[in-house]
């Protein structure tokens, strides 16, 4: 079984993150619930990363299509379409163009519960209906309906791996083909260590 302290996740700071001079925010708000950063690399990634990213899971295309319809309908709006294909077509289409315009930042953290915890700190799609405290309900105002207005994708800052571990090791991949870092970090005693050794001279 492998030690719930090794369990990594990919992040990506969106181009509207990094153009509002966010990195430090997000990096700070991972880095203090006492997750460990294992990989960076800033770079423009081309359409062809980024349609290979969101179809890693050959299921994303529905899931997505089908969870754009309920949220339209939920908040009483009428969905573009009700083919969930066809509405997953045009996010993946505004994704490659939201993803491609400029600089993306690419992390790894590890940590126990990294997958739900990054997850949890980032905070839902919509930045309108998530929570406040999050990323992306303390720092952005846009939601479903400006960016449907708009004919473009969602500004939300940040990419987080969903609830898979699976899903998030073939992201890691796909982004880090040469692998995190391995290291030690002295908070992982106090995080981890059952006895609290070496704390006492």
């Known amino acids: 079984m492998k030690r719930p302290k090794q369990e990594k996740t990919l992040v990506l700071i969106k181009p509207d993150g990094i153009q509002r001079s966010l990195i430090g925010e997000v990096v700070r708000r991972y880095e203090r619930v006492g997750l460990k950063l294992v990989a960076l690399k800033m770079l423009v990634p081309d359409a062809s990363l980024i349609e290979k990213h969101y179809l890693i899971d050959p299921s994303w295309k529905q899931k997505v299509g089908e969870k754009s319809i309920k949220s339209y309908k939920e908040k009483g709006l009428v969905p573009p379409a009700e083919d969930p294909l066809k509405i997953a077509d045009t996010i993946l289409e505004r994704l490659k163009k939201y993803l491609t315009s400029g600089p993306v930042i690419a992390m790894v953290w590890q940590g126990a519960h990294a997958i739900k915890i990054v997850r949890k ?23 479903y309906e400006i960016a449907d207005f708009s004919n473009r994708s969602i500004r939300n800052i940040v990419h987080a791996s969903t609830d898979s571990e699976e899903q998030a090791g ?3 991949e796909l982004w880090f083909p040469e692998g995190p870092i391995s290291y030690s970090l002295v908070q992982e005693k106090i995080l981890y260590d059952v006895n609290l050794d070496g704390i006492l001279e």
């Open 170 to 172: 073939k992201e890691i």
């Open 121 to 143: 700190i980032t905070g839902g799609t919509e930045p309108l209906s998530t929570d406040v405290g999050t990323i992306r309900g303390d720092f952005v105002v846009d939601s």
